[in-house]
């Protein structure tokens, strides 16, 4: 069972989270090269299933390749999840874990448009057959638009200076190169003091229109609501991420499932006694797991990483 040359992160931590039970039936809902999903074959027993998804053409192409009859993949969006289990006729899940973000293969290959390091088409789409790509986007948005898409995705203070730039560009020639549009970036950015000095002057950028034409915030939201029911009592949902956006929003879903006032500051004002309130569905399993030296000095990619965990409450 190959599964590329992607190392995935936190892998120890986010499988032993899982819990996984021999007899269990398990989604791994981002395959991507099959890291994590061959260790929770590992972990199941003959009776186990494992069900995976993914939205990449060149992950289908991996899980294609593996003949195991407790694996089944389907190549699907986050927001399609019920439909898929649907199809594979379960109701409940003893697991779930996403791995967010972008898989190496895909940065490293520049057709795919990723990366603004290595030239190519400026594509940016996980699944190329839908949607527009970057540059098709880039064409048409407005000055506004892609102000506050930089600014909202990348978390980037220089989006208006940046978003400008880019006007300016496109009226002089299209913009369909990643160098190109990098380029268009650093000088945009100049000799400014950003107090990161040590990453690339694009990458917020590039950050901020791949997560923007990939809809990922959307999808992660989703998938988290659809997970939820779907988990059975005890099932454990792990989920690592690799900025804060994804982190923000996985933590708050987290604290607002694990609540009984659902994390509503009104709510928990009231003169409500707690055990006269519903049972939240969630209970939190640890802290926020981190990848250590080591793993950070082996793959740099780990050092954004953040891995929160949550299980599902017995119903009372």
Known sequence: MPHGDHVPVLLQEAVAALAVKPDGIYLDATFGRGGHALRILDALGSHGRLIALDRDPSAEAVARQWADPRFHFHRAWFSTLPDVLAREHVDRIDGALLDLGIASPQIDQAERGFSFRADGPLDMRMDPSRGNSAAQW?????????????????????????????????????????????????????????????????????????????????????????????????????????????????????????????????????????????QPPLKLVGRAVRAGEVEVAANPRARSATLRVAERAAPT
């Open 138 to 278: 880039i064409a048409s948005a407005s000055e506004a638009e892609l102000k506050g898409v930089i600014a909202d995705y990348g978390e980037e203070r220089f989006a208006q200076q940046i978003a400008r730039a880019i006007i300016a560009a496109r009226a002089r020639e299209p913009i369909t190169r990643t160098q190109q549009l990098a380029t268009i970036v650093a000088k945009a950015v100049g000799a400014r003091a950003r107090g990161d000095r040590g990453q690339d002057p694009a990458t917020r950028t590039f950050q901020a229109i791949r997560i923007y034409v990939n809809q990922e915030l959307q999808e992660l939201s989703l998938a988290l609501e659809a997970v939820l029911p779907c988990l059975a009592a005890g099932g454990r949902l792990a989920v690592v991420s690799f900025h804060s956006l994804e982190d923000r929003l996985v933590k708050q879903f987290f604290r607002r499932h694990s609540l009984p006032f659902e994390g509503d500051a009104r709510l928990a004002r009231l003169a409500i006694a707690s055990d006269a309130l519903p």
